[in-house]
């Protein structure tokens, strides 16, 4: 058994339905896994298995039941009490470490990716485990250092936790809007709900309705692990597509849009237009840094340089660009944080957003609930979300090109394609960005594309992303070709993508 193919950043994923593909997270390895969570745990807590308590949740994903009896079932056996949370949003299950007496948890999640696909995602009251401890179960698992059976089972005690974590959203949004008619600070308002079929309907009906708010042009509320409608992921055309036209055809003041397990959540404005990327981001910046003048916002390394002047001239913060993956953005502004700069939000384009204010955890109904409150109280005084948003400069044209690497030591070659144009852009005398953290970011002026370009890395996959954007039409173009001379001289690189793409 190969156990390291099962990591994926901070979580472990796998094939759990073999439609497709020969099912890697089998019962056996799933056992494996939790019973090396709770060995992990244990020490880390300085307790005896038999005293800990560990809650499991799950998205709607067809293989969860399946999953989680595996969990359930290795962790009782070692003598772990279990709180069966059921259908469980991905936060909740970080939440429910902080509000009830448990040691940890478990999410079984693969986020957005096909139904036939499932996985573990980890939690202590510190936060989510990181990378090199999911490598540490793991390597737990393949060198059998797993706990033995308990001589007395652990109990299964049912938990239905979401119910509490939708009536602190509520609260928090009576709070933040301090209606005239306080329980009610959302009548009047219409919000269109889509959660994908995934762990997000709760939203609409256990949230937003008993506030008050029209929710009727909700859509796919209902959890199905097929995933029938579309893909549950604020960043997929067509999910975007689907619930900008609900908001159209229900005339929604809002609309909003989860990803399966609901850490990340993406919305629409009340013409039907994406609140998304660049512009979820900039509405983020401004909700975070009211209290926090001057405060710090990290982002991903593709933001746009309209954002960055959004951020610094419009709000009068500070944009701290990083490399891409969620956790690395949040660990950064941890990190700053604990250096003294004042940091209150992480945030990527993918959508995931963490705020300090919640731990740190990025939480798409979180982020949904602040930015509903921002919308109440703009309203109260005759604005709407877009009003905050007209000063943020749109790039014109973007564009993503996944250069493929065909050497088998991938990243050695993918940080020497970097290092090489960082040499080649000196001798071209291009700008490249001072503040810059991840790959190479080279932005080029008027006349030459009036935009920018950036080469990275994958996170995980032997693939070079290249994120073009430009001020002017066909200025992605004219930054394309200038930047294929120096890749057609690249060892290890198949750049027959950037020829379609300048062949069409």
């Known amino acids: 058994m190969n156990w390291k193919q099962l990591k994926s950043g901070t979580d472990v994923r796998g094939v759990a339905v073999g439609d497709h593909a020969p099912i890697t997270l089998t019962d056996p390895v799933v056992s494996d896994i939790a019973a090396a969570f709770a060995l992990w745990l244990g020490k880390k807590k300085g307790k005896p298995l038999s005293e800990l308590t560990i809650a499991v949740g799950r998205d709607s994903r067809i293989s969860g039941p399946r999953i989680r009896d595996a969990v359930t079932a290795a962790l009782t056996q070692a003598g772990v009490s279990v709180m069966d949370c059921g259908l469980a949003s991905t936060p909740s299950m970080f939440m429910i470490t902080v509000d009830l007496p448990c040691d940890g948890s478990i999410q079984i999640t693969a986020s957005h990716h096909p139904y036939d696909r499932n996985g573990l995602k980890f939690f202590t009251r510190d936060g989510g485990l990181d990378a090199p401890d999911i490598e540490t179960l793991l390597t737990m698992c393949e060198e059998r250092n797993l706990p033995s059976k308990a001589e007395a089972a652990g109990k299964v005690i049912p938990t239905d936790y979401m119910s509490q974590y939708a009536a602190g959203l509520r609260d928090m949004i009576k709070k933040g809007v301090n209606a005239p008619e306080y329980d009610l600070p959302l009548k009047g308002f219409s919000i269109a709900v889509d959660a994908g079929n995934g ?3 709760f939203y609409a009906r256990d949230v937003l309705a008993p506030l008050g708010a029209d929710v009727s042009g909700s859509q796919f509320l209902d959890p199905d692990g097929m995933f029938p409608n579309h893909i549950p992921n604020p960043e997929n055309e067509e999910a975007m597509a689907s619930i900008c036209q609900a908001v159209v055809r229900s005339k929604a003041d809002l609309g909003v849009i ?9 919305a629409v404005d009340s013409k039907g237009e994406e609140i998304n990327r660049n512009r979820l981001v900039a509405i983020a910046s401004a909700i975070a840094l009211e209290g926090n003048p001057g405060g ?10 309209g954002l960055k002047t959004y951020i610094e001239e419009t709000l009068g913060g500070c944009h701290h660009r990083f490399k891409r993956g969620y956790k690395n953005v949040i660990n950064e502004a941890v990190r700053l944080n604990q250096e003294g700069v004042n940091c209150p939000l992480a945030i990527e384009t993918s959508g995931h957003a963490a705020l300090r204010e919640n731990y740190f955890l990025d939480d798409g109904a979180y982020l949904v609930t602040r930015i509903i409150i921002k919308m109440a109280q703009l309203r109260s005084q005759g604005k709407d979300l877009e009003s905050l948003l007209e000063p943020l400069a749109e790039p014109v ?9 065909t050497q088998e030591d991938f990243r050695s070659c993918g940080e020497r394609v970097i290092a090489n144009l960082e040499e080649y852009s000196k001798q071209q005398g291009w700008s490249i960005a001072p503040d810059n953290r991840e790959g190479i970011r080279v932005s080029f002026p008027q006349g030459k594309g009036d935009g920018w370009f950036l080469l990275r890395l994958s996170v995980h996959d032997p693939i070079m992303p290249l994120n073009m954007e430009s001020n002017v039409q066909g200025g992605v173009r004219q930054i394309a070709e200038q930047l294929a001379i120096f890749l057609s001289t690249q060892e290890g690189l198949d750049i027959s993508p950037m020829e379609r793409f300048l062949a069409e």
């Open 199 to 201: 762990a997000g309907g």
């Open 397 to 405: 044209e973007a564009s993503e090109i996944r250069l493929p690497i």
């Open 258 to 266: 989860f990803d399966t397990d609901v850490d990340r959540g993406g």
């Open 296 to 305: 710090t916002i990290v982002t991903d390394s593709i933001t746009s340089d």
